[in-house]
């Protein structure tokens, strides 16, 4: 079946910096499942930003919340807390990025109000910097958020941001299309 979501076609940075691998997008392609693709692309965004963690959240349009459905590197019950998160209310980072459709940057959560609640979990998971990315249909619908924890003040440069949107806009499309799949 070809891949009727996949749009973007050029994938290199300034000075010649290969964006994505063709594996890469082999396998977010070749995913069984919306929670595998996420899986992938929170391992890969860690690994290109040197995070110490990830995280990715499938978004329910119905209950208006996001689910941890990954995570990489997080002991298992530091997550337990988050259940099924609501994008209107919570002060996470990810539901801020799911309510405002755009990335969020925080450096250091210990200077970020809306973080206060969370302080605990940062600290005794161990980390001060958080970057959260939506990842939207092509129709600007939300369909879940990836976040890089970072061990020390988060300073992603415009290139390494680049690079984790675009790998958010092929994993959206992995989506997408497994979603057009299972429809027919």
């Known amino acids: 079946m070809p891949r009727v979501f996949l749009a973007r076609q050029v994938w290199t940075l300034e000075g010649g910096m290969e964006l994505l691998t063709a594996r890469f997008v082999d396998q977010l392609f070749s995913s ?6 996420m899986d992938q692309l929170a391992e890969w965004n860690r690994q290109h930003l040197d995070a110490r963690y990830a995280s990715a959240q499938i978004y329910d349009p119905t ?3 996001l689910r941890v459905v990954a995570a990489r590197e997080f002991a298992p019950s530091l997550l337990d807390q988050f259940g099924d998160m609501p994008i209107a209310t919570s002060g996470t980072i990810c539901a801020r990025a799911a309510r405002l459709h755009a990335p969020i940057l925080v450096p ?4 970020d109000e809306e973080w206060t609640p969370y302080l605990s979990f940062s600290e005794t998971a161990g980390f001060d910097g958080v970057l959260s990315i939506p990842l939207l249909s092509k129709a600007g619908d939300l369909l879940g958020v990836t976040s890089c924890h970072f061990g020390s003040r988060a300073k992603p440069t415009s290139k390494e941001l680049n690079f984790v949107r675009v790998s958010c806009d092929f994993a959206s499309d992995a989506i997408a299309e497994l979603r057009w799949r299972s429809r027919y």
């Not at 069984?32 to 693709?37: A, G």
């Open 32 to 37: 069984p499942n919306e929670i595998m693709v």
């Open 63 to 65: 209950s208006r919340s």
């Open 108 to 111: 250091d959560v210990t200077e």
